[in-house]
Nanobody, 126 residues
Framework: VQLVESGGGLVQAGGSLRLSCAASAPTFISLAMAWFRQAPGKERESVAAISWSGVSTYYADSVKGRFTISRDNAKDTVYLQMNSLKPEDTAVYYC????????????????????WGQGIQVTVSS
């Protein structure tokens, strides 16, 4: 499984960005997906997660109401729409995937994911 993120960049506080993660995987496997982020000097943390079917989602408290995770399985792509961005959202954002046998299960822990993208920088200026 290969994951490629896109859509990062520099934005002013209050602005929006949409991250995309394109997955390359055998068609017979199902993937639970998530976004994590890591700011300088901090540990990698969970931001949002989504089940294979898309019916179940999870958000960290710090992004609830501002970020939306979604997926298009026909395009093998997961998105993270980020609105009302704050300087504290500045970090490298990573897409993650895990093979799953549950269509509705959401995984939220770092150790749940075995496949990772290379990361993409998001910088929010004040």
């Amino acid at each position: 499984v290969q994951l490629v993120e896109s859509g990062g960049g520099l934005v002013q506080a209050g602005g929006s960005l949409r991250l995309s993660c394109a997955a390359s995987a055998p068609t017979f496997i199902s993937l639970a997906m998530a976004w994590f982020r890591q700011a300088p000097g901090k540990e990698r943390e969970s931001v949002a997660a989504i089940s294979w079917s898309g019916v179940s989602t999870y958000y960290a408290d710090s992004v609830k109401g501002r970020f939306t995770i979604s997926r298009d399985n026909a395009k093998d792509t997961v998105y993270l729409q980020m609105n009302s961005l704050k300087p504290e959202d500045t970090a490298v954002y990573y897409c993650a995937a895990a093979i799953t046998y549950s269509s509705a299960g959401v995984r939220t822990l770092l150790r749940d994911y075995e496949y990772w993208g290379q990361g993409i920088q998001v910088t929010v200026s004040s």
